[in-house]
């Protein structure tokens, strides 16, 4: 499905007054490489989709929001003042916004909205970041003179997810999705926020998800306690090397180092997160010599870390990667936070066809159902539509 401005217009002027406002939209996100590096401080190669969420907003002269979402049919309104905010949790999200916007000294006034989206939900594309960014960028068009930069957007949506959904996520996918740039991926030092638009034109290679439809869900999803396996590690390592802030810091000597204060499973958490601070840099290397055989073995061994030492696949996922490997496919991998969710593939022109094929069959012959193909196009970032 391929959403429009008509989509969500119609049914703003039906559910509300009659009138129109202002339309924002914002992307989803895939990785190339870089997974779970981003609240280790570490680098992060995403793309923004052309999929995304649009919503359109109007201010309506009180202290309260009136949110309707399309694709749930589901309404809610709340006051900007209250501290406690709705109770739905696609609400948390736009209230979240208009909280951390306030907090910036956004004078967010009261505003009638309707949203949908085309990022396929728990697909591992950051549907929530995409939401997080629209009204993100919307308010601080609409209330903030645009006196707000784009990182500090991005951080926005990410103190979202921190405070008001329990997510401790990192900042890669509210930064992919409102710095987007079509035909760009995006290196991105999650340090010192430095980062640099790539190019990316594999020429004779395509990118495609095949999505396991395994509903991949960061609330509530040990997302967290990942986190705080790699951050007990670093803690360890910064007892003998006070220099070590993260595991960005940390190499296989230091971890050798803490193995025995730490625990089995941290320890290999810890050791995914350094083998693929050193992939990223190595398709970095890769990407510029147009070596995409080099880029493929990296994703290949970022998706055996995720799964054998960070956990976060399964049956599906796996499989699906099994296919790509046994198909020929140059790279493949889980995509995003895990539990579920999508595959990525780095699949050369002549063997395209025959892949999506043969992993469609497979997959439905083995689950009883077909997993969804996503063509990745990369698209723009937070805009204004109208
Ligand atoms: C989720 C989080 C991101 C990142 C990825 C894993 O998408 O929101 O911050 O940690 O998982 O790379």
Request: hydrophobic share 35%; net charge negative; proline share 3%.
């Amino acid at each position: 499905m391929k959403l429009t401005i008509d989509d969500v217009r119609s049914r703003f002027i039906e559910h509300f007054d009659g009138t129109t406002g202002s339309v924002y939209a914002s992307p989803g996100r895939i990785n190339l490489i870089g997974e779970h590096t981003d609240y280790n401080d570490g680098f992060v190669f995403p793309g923004a989709v052309q999929q995304g969420m649009i919503a359109e907003l109007k201010p309506n002269g009180t202290r309260n929001v009136r949110a309707y979402s399309i694709d749930l049919k589901d309404y809610v309104e709340f006051s900007l003042d209250d501290p406690k905010g709705p109770k739905a949790t696609w609400s948390r999200y736009i209230y979240g916004v208009c909280r951390e916007m306030m907090a910036l000294g956004v004078p967010v006034e009261g505003f009638n909205t309707a949203f949908a989206g085309d990022v396929p939900l728990g697909a591992g594309m950051s549907s929530s970041a995409a939401l997080e960014s629209t009204y993100a960028y919307a308010l601080n068009d609409m209330f903030g003179n645009r006196a707000i930069d784009l990182m500090t957007l991005a951080k926005v949506g990410q103190a979202t997810e921190h405070k008001y959904l329990g997510v401790n996520c990192g900042i890669m996918d509210q930064f992919a999705s409102v710095h987007g740039k079509a035909g760009n991926l995006m290196r991105l030092d999650c340090r010192s926020g430095e980062f640099e638009y790539f190019p990316f034109n594999p020429k004779g290679y395509k990118l495609v998800l095949i999505n396991s439809c395994v509903k991949h869900e960061l609330v509530g999803s040990p997302y967290n306690e990942r986190r705080l396996s790699c951050e007990r590690v670093a803690a360890a390592i910064n007892k003998i090397h006070p220099d070590v802030k993260s595991l960005r810091d940390a190499d296989w000597v230091m971890l050798n180092e803490v193995k025995d204060v730490v625990s089995e499973e941290d320890a290999k958490r810890a050791k995914y997160v350094i083998g693929e601070k050193e992939r990223v840099l190595t398709v970095c290397d890769a990407l510029v010599r147009g070596d995409y055989e080099t880029v493929g073995r990296m994703m290949y061994e970022t998706h055996h870390g995720l799964s054998q030492d960070y956990e976060v696949s399964c049956e599906e996922l796996d499989f699906l990667n099994d296919v790509a490997k046994e198909e020929g496919v140059t790279g493949s991998r889980i995509m995003g936070g895990g539990f579920g969710g999508c595959t990525i593939n780095l699949v050369s022109e002549e063997l395209y066809d025959h892949f999506i094929q043969v992993a469609k069959t497979k997959f439905k012959e083995k689950f009883g159902k077909e997993p969804v193909v996503i063509d990745v196009v990369i698209g723009d970032g937070s805009r204004k539509l109208c």
